[in-house]
């Protein structure tokens, strides 16, 4: 990557670590959060209200643009929210692509200085993961992050190899889930298939699910067949089975009623931490979000794609 004829002064690389201590998002300077139509619908949703009021209560428009509102006082964005240790944000799975561009902003960038007067107040510049100049430019790049991370299948073109090698690994980790589960029969528990986990609200359970799961799920099932859970209950169970049992989420294949919490949770955490190392091998765009809401973003970004 070059500056015109030179090589830009970050040449070597950069260290950067996101600590989600929110002073990123913290005054007392003012400034823009911009935010553009498809997330601005992904925040409504996640805040679970519909668009109009979260332009309402949390948007201003500045020319044709969105930008997320401020505190009057402390010019901090209106969804950084003190928690037990620090602050954090509150949209933080669905943040505008600015905010997950940080700190790789061209104003940062400009010179050594710049990148070293801003780590004075982002503790995670200079530290912790390594950047190389080429994934700073992809950085920088991520707008429409939304967007599924390969496209959707349905459009990829034929011998791609990156989608290819993403449906690969997703199914080495699905297997290693299940001998994980092998190895451990006694407190995996035995699962006796009675649905009652897949009526999410009635249940009052949460199914998360990774970008690389997503496209897994998406290629297998095949675009036609993605639906969108509209009332609480997986719209995958017919009959009181899952239809798409083979292809399910690591979330579907880990829990069990039966089993023991514990080895469910970091066995969870053990399957994150893969699906993690996954994108950044092949420099995807990693999310963990709920089912409903990665179902319906999948039709956002088709229409939003399409325009």
């Not at 309402?56 to 500045?62: A, D, M, S, W």
């Not at 050594?112 to 430019?137: A, L």
């Not at 997703?170 to 699962?191: L, P, S, T």
Request: proline share 5%.
């Amino acid at each position: 990557m070059k500056l015109g004829n030179k090589f830009p002064w970050y040449s070597a690389g950069l260290h950067f670590e996101c600590l989600q201590c929110g002073r990123c998002c913290a005054g007392p300077e003012g400034g823009y959060i911009w935010v553009s139509r498809p997330e601005i619908r992904l925040i409504a949703d996640f805040l679970k209200m519909p668009v109009k009021e979260l332009k309402q209560k949390f948007l201003n428009r500045v020319g044709l643009r969105m930008t997320i509102i401020e505190d009057q006082h402390t010019r901090d964005c209106v969804f950084l929210q003190q928690t037990r240790q620090d602050r954090g944000c509150a949209i933080y799975e669905v943040r505008p692509a600015q905010c997950r561009n940080w700190p790789f902003w061209e104003r940062n960038l400009v010179s050594p200085g710049t990148w070293n007067s801003t780590g004075r107040k982002c503790p995670g510049i200079n530290r912790g993961q390594y950047y190389s100049p080429e994934q700073i430019g992809d950085k920088k790049k991520i707008t429409k992050w939304w967007l599924p991370a390969l496209r959707s299948p349905s459009r990829a073109k034929e011998g791609d190899e990156k989608n290819k090698e993403v449906i690969v690994r997703v199914g080495e980790i699905y297997k290693w889930i299940e001998d994980q589960q092998f190895a451990n029969k006694g407190i995996a528990g035995r699962c006796e298939v009675c649905g009652k986990c897949c009526d999410f609200e009635q249940y009052d359970h949460r199914l998360y699910v990774t970008t690389p799961e997503i496209i897994y799920f998406v290629d297998k099932v095949g675009i036609a067949n993605i639906k969108q859970i509209t009332n609480g209950r997986c719209c995958y169970q017919v009959e009181g089975k899952c239809s798409v049992h083979a292809y399910r989420f690591s979330g579907c294949r880990i829990f069990c009623c039966k089993g023991d919490a514990t080895f469910q949770s970091e066995l969870t955490e053990a399957a994150i931490k893969k699906f993690k190392a996954l994108c950044a091998d092949l420099k995807i765009p990693y999310r963990y979000v709920e089912l409903p809401a990665a179902l319906k973003e999948f039709f956002t970004a088709e229409h939003a794609e399409e325009k």
